[in-house]
Every structure is written in structure tokens, then in C-alpha cells.
């Protein structure tokens, strides 16, 4: 049985595509969001324990969950954590923030982006149970590259925190060469961060998108396939 085989329009049939730049441009900006799809996830996994981000005994508390990202250069485009908000009194504000930082020999290094979504329980954090909150960017991985989630949230004079689920089962679904990482950093009154083997996962999914620039470089051609189209009339 003979392989399928893809073939690309040729130049002739583009240019009877009698259609708006615009309209191009937008359907391969939908295109690309139709293959974002979830690269690595451990959020079915049983949770054996939280992990306090915020106030708790007198100190604030900075937690981080390392993962690897896989084979091509992919847009993080989305991140849903296991969490919830244990305050002492209800409603916050907390203000919990979820950040890309860098690694640097098995701790996070530096900031790379802030993710946007909810910061406390009114916004749509829980304050029952651990359920999946999410959190949006835009931001190009590299591949095959070590990277660090970092969840914080400012400390007051009461314990009111956040609570980051984690998991010692090891079971994740996962793409091509990503992995969440075992084990997790701390950091605490904004100080060193220190390596915490515990052997537990921070509970997490990554939603990815194929890299814009695919689109672009695509859209590019069929404009100009198109104005080399209006040239020739």
C-alpha cells in the first residue's frame, strides 16, 4: 500500500483563491488555535499532599514546579492548576500569581513572562477543594528545554494561603519529550531558593500551540502569491 501523500497547492491554484488578505489571515490565526492541544498532564493523578503558597507560620512562601519541554519549538498558550484558597476569612485579596522563570542548575533563574488569570477566591480560585485553575500567556518554549512554574502570592499579618496540589504517582500524560519534573523549590521571605526532594509532582496541565511564526511565514506567501497574481493581470 502506497503512503499518503500531502500535497501543497500549487502557485496556479492558490491564485484562483479569490479571497481577502484578511480573510487568509484570520483563518490561519484560527487554524493555529484549533491545534493547540495538551502537551504533559498529572492532574488525574490521586493528590498526596498541598503545598502552602502564601502566609503560613509567620513566613510568605514562593513555590515552584519544574517540567521539560518537548521536541519543537511550541507557544505556551495555557496552564491549569490544581489549586485553591484556604483564607482564614473570605474574600481575600491575595493576589496569587503564577510566572515562566528560567532554570539555572535545578532552581528557577529568571523571570521569563506573567502568566494572566485569576488572583483570589472572588476572581475563581476555589476555597472548597483543589480544582483546575487556568492561566494564560503567550510565550515561545525552546525545545527540549528545562523551565520552572513559580506561584506566589504576598504575604499579611494572618495565615491566609493558597494551596498547590501534588501527587506521588508519577503517572502523567504526555507529548513527545515533555515531562513534569519530580520534586519542587521553595522559597521563603523572598529569599534563596532551596530544593525540596520530596518525590511529589505539583499537580499541572500545559496546553501548547504549533510556533506563530509557521502561520505567518504562510500567510506571507499567499499574500504574495496573490499580489504576484494581480501583477500579471
Not at 112 to 120: E, V
Request: aromatic content about 10%.
Amino acid at each position: 500500500m502506497r503512503d499518503k501523500q500531502w500535497m501543497f497547492p500549487t502557485e496556479s491554484a492558490l491564485c484562483r483563491l479569490k479571497m481577502p488578505a484578511g480573510v487568509i489571515f484570520l483563518a490561519l490565526c484560527s487554524l493555529c488555535a484549533s491545534h493547540a492541544t495538551v502537551v504533559v498532564d498529572n492532574t488525574s493523578d490521586t493528590a498526596s499532599q498541598v503545598n502552602a503558597v502564601g502566609s503560613q507560620n509567620g513566613s510568605v512562601y514562593a513555590d515552584a514546579a519544574p517540567f521539560m519541554s518537548g521536541t519543537g519549538n511550541l507557544d505556551l498558550v495555557q496552564v491549569a492548576l490544581l489549586l485553591d484558597c484556604s483564607y482564614v476569612s473570605l474574600p481575600g485579596p491575595e493576589n496569587f500569581k503564577l510566572q515562566l522563570w528560567t532554570d539555572n542548575s535545578g532552581l528557577p533563574g529568571s523571570l521569563l513572562t506573567t502568566f494572566t488569570g485569576p488572583s483570589d477566591h472572588n476572581s475563581g480560585i476555589p476555597n472548597t477543594h483543589p480544582g483546575p485553575v487556568t492561566f494564560s500567556t503567550n510565550y515561545l518554549l525552546s525545545s527540549n528545554t528545562p523551565y520552572w512554574l513559580v506561584a506566589s502570592a504576598p504575604g499579611n499579618s494572618s495565615d491566609k494561603q493558597f494551596d498547590w496540589s501534588a501527587t506521588g504517582d508519577s503517572t502523567q500524560t504526555d507529548a513527545s519529550g515533555w515531562s513534569i519534573e519530580s520534586n519542587l523549590a521553595d522559597q521563603a521571605n523572598g529569599g534563596s531558593w532551596t530544593y525540596e526532594p520530596y518525590g511529589a509532582q505539583l499537580q499541572f496541565s500545559i496546553t501548547a500551540a504549533p510556533e506563530p511564526n509557521l502561520f505567518a511565514y504562510l500567510f506571507t506567501g499567499l499574500a504574495c502569491m496573490n499580489g504576484f497574481r494581480r501583477l500579471r493581470k
